[in-house]
């Protein structure tokens, strides 16, 4: 199958990650895939991976709000580029106003499908406009509030994808990443220093009973002046801003005991998943995630903690050993990154059948 994507690609967020992991499982399956792909875009935080071959990176975005709009659009792709489906992801995010300008040509030759991310309705009037033959969302939350805009019969629930099950040995990778045997290493990363600065004091409680290092690796882009003036204050912080592709971040995670994610729920949106734990779940390394609405429909795969005593309890536990890795293969088993790609090709089959019936 000939599939086109538009979306985000080799870029620090949530819908670049999701078209990152079923993108790269389709031709690992034997499709053939066309990404269409941002020069720049605010969302579009560095990572340094290399593009592949098939992808194609045809306009810039500048701004995004109110709505986004393109700064430059080339549309010769999307026109002579050969698909039979069509994918967009984050249409909130994509320079919509283009896009609807070739749409009826994409059409023509494809049966298309919305990828939606939007954590509520988005308020930009022309994401409205599409015509899409299929629109995919991840869970309940978000078909509630489609359905009062889109036709129920056109919405498929398919999960986010995780990425497959790639443990590594925790003595080579502290020993390629020059990290002692004898630490124990709790690692976080992200954009978010501010999540990073809230769990330090409970961690200095940690820091007296283990010898302990916190890595964090922020990206570039973040506001890390907050996070240098902590590292003055708690010597176990290990501070490290860089961006980081994915084989590396494996790295990271072998070498780690912990993943901790301190994220508050989000107020603005009810429809949130955290693509980071879908992203580093199949590393292997526990994961330890503030109860929030981001990771309300994951089970025993990780670990949630409520306040901060609770958190100090259970990096104890972890620290013990207390973690049971077979619930994250059992996990992956039904939301590995090729099991989803599976089901977006049955789906993709099943709408170009009912466009070749109606053209009788």
Known sequence: MKIGMMCLWNAANGPSIHAEL??????????QLRVFSAKKHPDARPTFQKDEDFVIRHFSVDEIIPFTRAASFDPSPLLNEEYDVFVAQNVERSPAERLLEVFPH????????Q??????????PLYYKFDWDGIVCFDQRYKDYLVKSFPAERIHMIPYPCHPL?????GEARKKLSFPLEEKIVFSFGFRPQDVVAVLPALKDVAGEYPLRYVVIANPESEVGELREAGKKYDF???RIKPIPLNELYTYLHASDILLTH?????????VVSSSVCQVLGSGCPILFHESNFVELHGDEIVKYGDFEDMKAKIIDLFQGKFNLGTVGAFLEDRGAERIAERFVCLFEELMKTRRRSQG
Do not use: F, M, N
């Open 106 to 113: 994409v059409k023509e030759k494809a049966v298309t499908v």
């Open 263 to 271: 994220r508050e729920s989000s107020q603005k949106y009810k429809a």
């Open 22 to 31: 079923v993108g790269r499982a389709w031709v690992k399956l034997g499709h």
């Open 115 to 124: 990828v939606v991310h939007e954590g509520k309705a988005p308020e930009d």
């Open 237 to 239: 912080i290990d501070l």
């Open 166 to 170: 790639e443990l590594g040995d925790k």
